[in-house]
């Protein structure tokens, strides 16, 4: 049998039901903007290495299967369905955008797509579907749709753009804990497990003052060695985290210390401008081993004082691991 039948040459297609309509109608246009979404979603699901999300995305592109053939049925056509949109998948995907937003924090800014291939995907494929749901809007006002096909797709882009940003989280996760991993091999800094108790002590620490951080630390080069973010921790503390661990490290003091000696008339007046990766406020912290510089470690989540108190119960580890003869920094 020929995949081709001809009968579309006149510049028009059957619907589920025996209609025809015109190829440029507007029910295509809208079916055919949620089968473009589902081919995206594809080639995103193809790409991911992460369990959690590739199911997700696979649920959705069946889902969008199911919404398409509503949209691509008339009203006999319509009647003879027994998958469609219900309920139960709004509230699924709702409960997908909760679930990583609590995980992963709120964004507090507009994101422009692009910090890792498979993220901006994830946002090609939710303007996909937000073109799609203007396309069933439209023909909502004309002709009948179900209600649910219209709020599955609203719902829809908004879960996207969140598995976007976890698609981002996840993969900074993985490439900090590879590096965790080659640089622990190569015994050529401080031990993962160090590294993991300075945070808990940190993370005890902010759960007790109810402010939730990002801790970071830097190796002695002020290349990250060790990350770790709070549920309910502000997106721009990631950042601003990394940032002072790296600042501490790379100037062997505090960025506190560097604070006030970057104010007008001080000898690092406007070193800012050279190193824009330099934070010059409370929350960063050098790590020194017998006088010798062995990394920095950086928090982020609450104000100044706050993470000033923080990262000092970090320190407080480092230092008794010192005091107690660890000697990984030789």
């Not at 995949?3 to 209609?19: A, P, R």
């Not at 990002?214 to 503390?237: P, T």
Request: proline share 2%.
């Amino acid at each position: 049998m020929n995949i081709y039948t001809k009968s579309g040459d006149s510049g028009e297609t059957s619907l589920y039901g025996g209609s025809r309509i015109g190829k440029d109608d507007g029910r295509v246009r809208a079916y055919g903007a949620v089968d473009e979404a589902g081919s995206v979603l594809g080639f995103i699901r193809a790409s991911l290495i992460y369990p959690e999300l590739k199911e997700s995305v696979r649920v959705i592109q069946r889902r969008l299967f199911a919404a398409g053939a509503q949209l691509a049925s008339d009203e006999k056509g319509q009647a003879k369905l027994q998958d469609v949109i219900t309920e139960d998948d709004v509230a699924w995907l709702e409960k997908i955008i909760d679930d990583y937003t609590d995980r992963y924090g709120k964004s507090s800014s507009f994101v422009i797509p692009g910090e890792t291939p498979v993220s901006a995907l994830f946002h090609v494929a939710r303007t996909v579907v937000r073109r799609a749901e203007r396309h069933v809007a439209g023909l909502a006002r004309e002709e009948s749709v179900a209600a649910l096909v219209l709020r599955y797709l609203n719902r829809l882009s908004d879960a996207l753009f969140v598995m976007a940003k976890l698609e981002v989280i996840e993969n900074f996760v993985k490439i900090v804990a590879d590096r965790i991993y080659t640089i622990s091999k190569e015994g050529k800094t401080m031990s993962a497990g160090l590294c993991e108790k300075m945070c808990a002590a940190a993370f005890k620490k902010s759960e007790e003052m109810g402010v939730p951080i990002c801790f970071a630390i830097a190796d002695a080069h002020g290349a990250l060695l060790y990350f770790s973010r709070q549920k309910g921790s502000l997106m721009v503390s990631v950042g601003i985290a990394q940032q002072k661990a790296y600042t501490s490290a790379v100037l062997k003091m505090s960025t506190a210390k560097l604070g006030r000696e970057a104010q007008p008339g001080k000898p690092l007046y406007g070193i800012n401008i050279a190193d824009s990766n330099l934070i010059s406020f409370g929350g960063g912290e050098p790590l020194l081993a017998g006088g010798r510089l062995v990394g920095g470690v950086g928090v982020s989540g609450g104000s100044v004082e706050e993470d000033e108190i923080i990262v000092a119960c970090a320190l407080e580890v480092f230092g008794n691991y010192l005091k107690e003869g660890g000697c990984e920094f030789a």
